[in-house]
């Protein structure tokens, strides 16, 4: 037996399997959070994984920023940022993904509607300045590129450079103080 779908049909359901998915992973995640922390004792390849994991929850924030700041004074601090910043920024496409699928839950809120408006005129800097302030509302900025189909590569490559530089900040920030402090201390 063949199921005809009408025209759109298909899309409709590729959309629902992509936010099936990425609920799924949120879910996951946030049910083995515990075993995240764990993964930082392999280094920069950790730091990545960590950080993959932890912006890759779309309900469940979990905070990916305190890593490169503690593992900053432990490892060179740049390395840190490369490794936690690249992990960041895969990990929101999980976020870019839920858009595109067209799940997007926050739509008539006033911030979503100014949100939107900002993606649709300034784009890549919108998506640049989002993913570099710290802020718990990146996921609906990646949701918003998502649902307005900016392209994957151009939405990952600037979120990419403003996580990277976020996480510099944060990884220089976590080694400056653990050296201010060894100083102080002796």
């Known amino acids: 037996m063949i199921i005809k779908m009408k025209k759109g049909q298909h899309n ?18 946030y049910i083995y959070r515990d075993v995240v922390g764990n ?3 392999y280094g920069y390849p950790g730091i990545f994984a960590v950080s993959v994991i932890a912006n890759a929850t779309v309900i469940f924030p979990l905070p990916g920023v305190l ?3 503690a593992l900053g004074p432990i490892f060179n601090p740049f390395y840190v940022a490369v ?9 929101e496409l999980t976020g870019y993904l839920a858009g595109y699928s067209g799940q997007i839950i926050v739509e008539n809120r006033d911030w979503y509607t100014q949100l939107t408006q900002w993606v649709r005129r300034y784009g890549e800097i919108t998506i640049l300045v989002m993913a570099f302030i710290p802020n718990p509302i990146f996921d609906i900025a990646g949701m918003t ?3 307005l189909k900016m392209p994957v590569f151009r939405f990952l490559f ?9 996480m510099m900040v944060f990884a220089y920030t976590g080694a400056s103080i653990y050296n201010l402090v060894v ?3 002796t």
């Open 12 to 29: 409709t359901w590729i959309r629902v399997l992509i936010f099936l998915l990425v609920i799924t992973i949120t879910v996951i995640i």
């Open 39 to 41: 993964l930082e004792i």
């Open 67 to 69: 890593v490169a700041s």
């Open 145 to 147: 590129a998502g649902a």
């Open 158 to 166: 600037w979120c990419w450079i403003g996580k990277i530089l976020k």
């Open 83 to 91: 490794a936690a910043g690249s992990g960041a920024a895969i990990g």
């Open 183 to 185: 100083l102080a201390g």
